[in-house]
């Protein structure tokens, strides 16, 4: 079983979202399940309905799981299985308060050494724990000897106890910590493999740990994914970059197929540049994932882009942009030539269908073209076409193509008027009249 554990305290990112696109394409490769599970245990970072949108984003691109769970609602496994490490002596009660605890943050800091627990709790009798009346968080012992695994990607770690130290498990209020949680589901749901961003990686010692203590043998596999970079900053692309929320992607006009494709290309060796999920469930090799950070580049995803809207069924593009026409799907991969999005083809339809004053310049061949059109003759051809309006009206080369190109596309250049005019001829008092 794999599953995708996104945390519903903000918006999904490309990071997010790659995670959640290796998930899917392992879980099919393995042929094992993918479970999503929302990590909402911080209640105060929780957002409303942010789980909603994780899971309607996750269904946009047709990322199959089997089943939702909600971190939460395993909350007394977390108590019951904390009380047993207290029990066997691989946990203890502490009782020390943020006061004590913010002293020795303090004491760290002016020595410049890294905070860590001084122990205090950890040898308490059980009548004295017993005996005190006070609120308590309940630590994992500090182990005794090193943790070390594997990360299919990233090769070989080895982690001291130190760096481990003995860490809160149960917070006074008896709700588990990020660590302990996901430590704990990921041994309960007998997760096989972990794909995960690397900020996780330092993580990832503490919840071995924990299933270490618990006796849990089964080896769990780990991929951390290297971050996303933002091409211009070279920095760590944030929740601040519009680009990184794959809300802004959608609204901006990028295809979910188009997206997805980019982040399996990013950082990536693909025998092809264009290609669909269920292409690369084929030949995905999570193994040739570039080990170092990758560099988000919006112009390589608009070019992606434009490739899927090239091959796009006809009448479903047209739907995309409000229409239901095959010739409007078509005459929208025409404008391709310039433009990479859904926005920017509909902006292009708008101007076709927008309301045409009159062309600067040549104010009077547009009303006389206008007028002739108006009259509703139907010419299959734009060559028949053209040599009526220039018969009708007298007007030939600049003064007839400009003022024409104007009243039939909204714009003063664009793509050859012979290849618009077929797939709009059926909309043509429209397209004058307004
Ligand atoms: N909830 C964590 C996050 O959204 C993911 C934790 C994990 O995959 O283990 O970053």
């Known amino acids: 079983m794999l599953r995708f554990a996104p945390s519903p305290t903000g918006d999904m990112h490309i990071g997010n979202l790659r995670v959640a696109i290796f998930n899917h394409i392992l879980s099919k490769q393995l042929n094992e399940k993918l479970i999503i599970r929302i990590e909402d245990t911080d209640k105060k970072r929780n957002i409303k309905n942010k789980d909603k949108e994780i899971l309607e984003i996750l269904n946009l691109f047709s990322i199959e799981y089997d089943r939702v769970i909600y971190q939460s609602e395993s909350l007394k496994y977390h ?15 502490c009782f020390c308060g943020d006061d004590k605890l913010d002293e020795l943050r303090q004491i760290a800091k002016n020595e410049k050494k890294p905070f860590r627990y001084d122990g205090f709790c950890q040898n308490l009798s059980n009548e004295l724990v017993l005996e005190v009346n006070a609120p308590f968080s309940i ?9 070390k695994f594997t990360d299919l990607l990233k090769g070989d770690f080895d982690y001291k106890p130190f760096d481990i130290d003995s860490f809160i498990i149960l917070r006074h209020d008896k709700t588990p910590t990020y660590n302990y949680a996901c430590a704990i589901d990921d041994m309960l749901l007998d997760i096989s493999t972990v794909i995960r961003g690397e900020d996780h990686l330092s993580n990832t010692p503490k919840q071995i740990y924990i299933r270490d203590i618990l006796e849990y043998k089964t080896k769990i596999n780990y991929i951390h994914l290297p971050m996303i970079l933002n091409a211009q900053s070279g920095k760590k692309m944030s929740k601040r970059d519009d680009e990184s929320s794959i809300r802004w992607l959608i609204e901006e006009g990028f295809l979910p197929s188009a997206i997805a494709n980019y982040l399996v290309l990013l950082g990536n060796k693909t025998p092809c540049e264009v290609f669909t999920l269920e292409e690369a469930i084929k030949w995905f090799d999570i193994k040739s994932i570039s080990k170092s950070a990758a560099k988000f580049d919006i112009s390589k995803l608009r070019f992606v882009n434009k490739k899927h809207l090239e091959i796009i069924d006809e ?25 990479s999005t859904i926005k920017e083809l509909k ?5 076709i269908f927008s ?5 600067v310049g040549f104010e009077d061949e547009f009303d006389t073209l206008k007028n002739i059109i108006l009259k509703e003759k139907y010419f299959n ?10 018969k009708e009206s007298g007007l030939k080369g600049k003064s007839l193509f400009k003022p024409l190109r104007y009243l039939l596309t909204g714009a003063n250049d664009g793509p050859n008027l012979s290849d618009i005019y077929p797939l709009i001829k059926n909309y043509l008092g429209e397209i004058v009249k307004c």
Do not use: H, W
């Not at 630590?139 to 943790?147: D, G």
């Not at 309301?355 to 062309?359: D, G, V």
């Open 79 to 93: 108590q019951k299985l904390a009380m047993q490490l207290v029990s066997t002596k691989k946990a203890f009660a």
């Open 139 to 147: 630590r994992a012992k500090q182990p005794q000897s090193n943790i």
């Open 315 to 339: 009448i479903r593009l047209s739907k995309i942009l409000g229409f239901d026409d095959k010739d409007i799907g078509k005459l929208a991969k025409v404008y391709l030539e310039e433009a």
């Open 347 to 351: 902006s292009k339809l708008n101007l």
């Open 355 to 359: 309301k045409k004053l009159l062309c």
């Open 381 to 390: 051809s734009f060559i028949e076409f053209k040599a009526y309006l220039s």
